[in-house]
């Protein structure tokens, strides 16, 4: 993890309706690091990723990415920027009608004038590394299990070789085994691709595996932001009941002192 930010958010507000979800939300994301976002139901986790991605619109605020300010800046160039980044969405959003193949190549028939020989090398490839068999590659998304359903969109995400991958709930549903198979997947594809991950999660075991930093989402703002250990001194009474509660006993207890980012339970 670098100095570098890659990710500024200043001053954000998101409303829908009379409801704010986000108010004066500040935010870093430093390049290189695994940044997970936890937070109560309701705090708008989602909400925020999908806010960074140009799914959703702030009321009000700025977002910076690459040092460009997302809504000062022409169309073309903010398609450029989004070529950089992938994103998996929480129940994986694959095309039902497409092979997986077929979903990997989507963004490289949006974004690329590729040869379909090309395209078929790189979406082996993207389907390797996201741990999948070649024998994948043809199958629809109902074919598959939940765990390769999720691999499969990962594969998606990386078709564009992104600098920054957005994750969104990417353990949920998953069994034990396949969540950690899944935590050090995200752990290998960081150190190996040089990736930046902001991640979306409430998987304390997910939080111990892979996140540099994590980021508390409550009453409408970045409440805290810091390691595991950082945050466990912290007051704020949801912040104590998430990492002291039964639970965060149990993943602590499993993970004991190894550094963070490179655990072995």
């Given at each position: 993890m670098s100095g570098d930010v890659i990710i500024s958010i200043r001053g954000l507000k998101n409303q829908f309706g009379a409801q704010v979800v986000h108010e004066n939300l500040d935010l870093d994301v430093y390049r290189g690091e695994v940044l997970g976002v936890v937070g109560g139901s309701g705090t708008g986790k989602s909400v925020l990723l999908r806010t960074i991605v140009g799914l959703n619109h702030a009321r009000q605020g700025t977002i910076e990415v690459f040092g460009k300010v997302l809504d000062d800046i022409p169309v073309?160039?903010?398609?450029?920027?989004?070529?950089?980044?992938?994103?998996?969405?929480?129940?994986?959003?694959?095309?039902?009608?497409?092979?997986?193949?077929?979903?990997?190549?989507?963004?490289?028939?949006?974004?690329?004038?590729?040869?379909?020989?090309?395209?078929?090398?790189?979406?082996?490839?993207?389907?390797?590394?996201?741990?999948?068999?070649?024998?994948?590659?043809?199958?629809?998304?109902?074919?598959?299990?939940?765990?390769?359903?999720?691999?499969?969109?990962?594969?998606?995400?990386?078709?564009?070789?992104?600098?920054?991958?957005?994750?969104?709930?990417?353990?949920?549903?998953?069994?034990?085994?396949?969540?950690?198979?899944?935590?050090?997947?995200?752990?290998?594809?960081?150190?190996?691709?040089?990736?930046?991950?902001?991640?979306?999660?409430?998987?304390?075991?997910?939080?111990?595996?892979?996140?540099?930093?994590?980021?508390?989402?409550?009453?409408?703002?970045?409440?805290a932001i810091g390691t595991i250990s950082q945050l466990m001194t912290h007051r704020h009474p949801w912040i104590q009941e998430y990492f002291h509660g039964p639970r965060a006993r149990a993943a602590e207890a499993a993970w004991g002192e190894a550094p963070q980012g490179s655990k072995e339970p």
């Open positions: 073309r160039e903010r398609r450029a920027i989004e070529k950089r980044w992938g994103v998996l969405f929480q129940d994986g959003a694959l095309f039902s009608s497409l092979t997986v193949t077929q979903n990997v190549q989507a963004p490289l028939r949006e974004h690329l004038d590729l040869p379909q020989r090309l395209m078929d090398e790189i979406a082996g490839l993207k389907i390797a590394l996201a741990g999948l068999p070649a024998s994948a590659g043809p199958k629809f998304p109902s074919e598959l299990s939940g765990g390769m359903r999720k691999r499969a969109a990962l594969a998606r995400a990386l078709a564009l070789d992104p600098e920054i991958l957005f994750l969104d709930e990417p353990t949920a549903g998953l069994d034990p085994i396949g969540a950690a198979a899944f935590d050090e997947l995200i752990s290998r594809l960081k150190q190996t691709l040089g990736l930046t991950v902001f991640l979306v999660t409430h998987d304390l075991d997910t939080l111990h595996a892979t996140c540099d930093r994590i980021a508390v989402l409550a009453e409408r703002k970045v409440l």
